[in-house]
């Protein structure tokens, strides 16, 4: 049995000056078992100098479903999320871990940086429209502004706090 992956990636698009995400590999089929790394890589680093805080989250959607907080601050896993799932790196370059892959793993999964505004949405193959909101941190919530887009608002997110 084969499951299905799609990796998105979240960018900062517009001035020349905005942190752009790539993110490998783009899509991924795994057996049960697996151990999946997805790698996120950011134009500029996105870690505070002065705090040491990492301002990079993980997200998995699932078909239907509104986009799931895996990690947040690069490395710490939100509650009630598996410990198959773990996050590391720091400055530009982070990775998500998926350990003992299960069937129920499938979906599409993205980064998110939250160290610098304005925040884009950029989709590679993104099968449903949002068509909801979401916060991603204290000052800051995603909404739809177009097809596959969406921008933020508000200031920066906090590296060390969940989104709500």
């Not at 790394?37 to 301002?55: D, E, L, P, Q």
């Not at 993104?126 to 200031?155: C, D, R, Y």
Request: negative net charge; glycine residues 10%.
């Amino acid at each position: 049995m084969l499951i299905s992956f799609n990796f998105l990636f979240l960018a900062l698009a517009g001035s020349s000056g905005d942190i752009v995400l790539t993110q490998t590999p783009e899509s991924l089929a795994v057996s049960p078992g697996d151990t999946v790394t997805i790698r996120c890589k950011t134009s500029s680093s996105v870690t505070a100098s002065s705090s040491g805080n990492h301002y990079l989250n993980w997200y998995q959607q699932k078909p239907g479903q509104t986009p799931k907080l895996l990690i947040y601050a690069a490395s710490t896993l939100q509650s009630g999320v598996p410990d198959r799932f773990s996050g590391s790196g720091s400055s530009t370059d982070f990775t998500l871990t998926i350990s003992r892959v299960e069937a129920d793993d499938a979906g599409d999964y993205y980064c998110q940086q939250g160290y610098d505004t304005p925040w884009t949405v950029l989709e590679l193959s993104l099968k449903e429209v949002w068509t909801h909101f979401w916060k991603i941190g204290p000052f800051a919530a995603l909404s739809q502004t177009g097809s596959g887009n969406m921008t933020g608002a508000g200031g920066k997110q906090q590296g060390m706090d969940p989104p709500l």
